[in-house]
């Protein structure tokens, strides 16, 4: 059974969150997708694609993602690298 775990739950902007799956097959592909809409309905979204480890785990602080919105080892790319579904909408969250 594979899990995603992201803690903590909640979290301000400037804050580390840390992005962990397990249960995965060894050196399985996974996407990770993030999307949010703000407060006036625009929505953002990023991915990232990553392999599993000999454990079946993925961890985004250790881990480097191989493609998608960004590549290499960004803890927090899935948070860093939202990009709005039209274009020049800025996020604003409050």
Do not use: C, N
Request: no cysteine; proline share 5%; net charge positive.
């Amino acid at each position: 059974m594979v899990e995603l775990t992201v803690t903590p739950r909640s979290s301000l902007a400037d804050r580390p969150v840390r992005v962990h799956v397990r249960g995965l097959a060894p050196s399985q592909l996974v996407t990770l997708l993030a999307s949010l809409t703000d407060e006036r309905g625009g929505r953002f979204r990023a991915r990232a694609f990553y392999r599993a480890d000999e454990r079946g785990e993925v961890d985004a602080k250790r881990h480097a993602a191989l493609g998608g919105d960004f590549t290499g080892v960004w803890p927090m790319g899935l948070f860093w690298f939202l990009r709005p579904d039209t274009l020049f909408q800025r996020l604003i969250k409050r």
